[in-house]
């Protein structure tokens, strides 16, 4: 089945403790992204990336790394989170960029 | 920089049509898009339509772009309970709207 999968679905976690988000894609997309939802404001795009080893900032992107060594995996890695991050947040893949792209289900990230 | 905007709710009763409007920022977008969240999953993409049409028609489904105002809406028809989600138009290299929830009252 062609899929997107996030994992954890769900996280609480403390201010400073260094946390992963992986996304992992099984349709060779190129192009992968990651978003964050929030009440009022719909999705910001944090990064994204072209292609393996081509990653760039999107309209959110302080307080998050990304790192894109395999085509199937995008991870999201908050170095120190704060509870500004508090959010639900998706990974998306697609063929390229102007393509449709296909979500995760979401991770719903705490930071107390 | 400007955004996609999109009025945040809708309700309808079951049967009627449903209009979600939407203005969006990239004259230059080729491709715009509606994609729908259900509650707890991720979005889905609904439709699309290309910039050099005016109109697009699928089933219950009918989207409009006037560019000259940079406008896309989604009408859906006939309305269903199951319609009920968070609907979010996107201009080309995915900048989306804040989303419109819709809710449909039996």
């Known amino acids: 089945e062609a899929q997107v999968t996030q994992n954890p679905r769900y996280l609480i976690t403390v201010t400073g403790k260094k946390l992963t988000v992986t996304c992992s894609q099984n349709?060779?997309?190129?192009?992968m992204s990651w978003y964050r939802q929030d009440p009022g404001l719909g999705l910001r795009q944090i990064y994204y990336s072209m292609n393996v080893e081509v990653t760039d900032k999107g309209d959110v992107p302080e307080g998050y790394k990304v790192s894109r060594k395999e085509k199937r995996n995008f991870p999201l890695i908050l170095e120190s989170p704060s509870p500004n991050q508090t959010s639900l947040y998706f990974c998306a893949s697609s063929l390229s960029w102007i393509h449709e792209q296909y979500f995760g289900p979401g991770t719903r990230l705490t930071v107390t | 920089g400007e955004d996609v905007e999109q009025s945040l709710f809708l309700s309808v009763r079951e049967g009627d049509s449903s209009v979600i409007n939407c203005t969006y920022t990239d004259s230059s977008s080729t491709y715009l898009y509606w994609y729908k969240q259900e509650p707890g999953a991720g979005l889905q993409l609904l439709t699309y339509i290309f910039s050099n049409m005016d109109m697009k028609q699928d089933q219950r489904l009918t989207v409009l772009l006037n560019k000259k105002d940079k406008h896309l809406s989604l009408r859906i028809a006939d309305t269903q309970t199951g319609d009920s989600a968070i609907y979010f138009c996107a201009e080309i290299g995915m900048r989306f709207g804040a989303g419109t929830r819709l809710t449909v009252k039996p």
């Open positions: 349709m060779n997309h190129e192009y």
